[in-house]
């Protein structure tokens, strides 16, 4: 049973800085492709990073130059780095894992999504 378990958000002022961590248990993380996701209330849910098995990123246009995904292989723990924080980041988070390649991340929508989701951490950005 694979299970995702996110953490690390919080409230900050634009221009500020969190960083996200997902740890993963039930399987070797190094078989998995990894991906951050957001949606805010009333938003499609959208791909913001992902990460392949490769070591292959992908980031949206809206975070690109200001978020970093990373991972941890040993501890099984992915990473999302951000910084510059703008309003319009304000959402809830999810990590998701799937045994398909997950980049590019423009054509997630047009693939089955991940068989694996956390339960989300909530990013507040005020201005």
């Known amino acids: 049973q694979v299970q995702l378990v996110e953490s690390g958000g919080g409230s900050v002022q634009a221009g500020g800085s969190l960083r996200l961590s997902c740890i993963a248990s039930?399987?070797?993380?190094?078989?998995?492709?990894m991906a951050w996701f957001r949606q805010a209330p009333g938003q499609e849910r959208e791909g913001v990073a992902a990460l392949d098995t490769d070591g292959r990123t992908s980031y949206a246009g809206s975070v690109k130059g200001r978020f970093t995904i990373s991972q941890d292989k040993p501890k099984n723990t992915l990473y999302l780095q951000m910084n510059n924080l703008r309003p319009e980041d304000t959402a809830m988070y999810y990590c998701a894992a799937a045994p398909w390649q997950l980049t590019p991340i423009e054509a997630l929508p047009l693939r089955s999504p991940p068989p694996h989701w956390g339960q989300g951490t909530q990013v507040t950005v005020s201005s």
């Open positions: 039930g399987y070797a993380a190094r078989f998995y492709h």
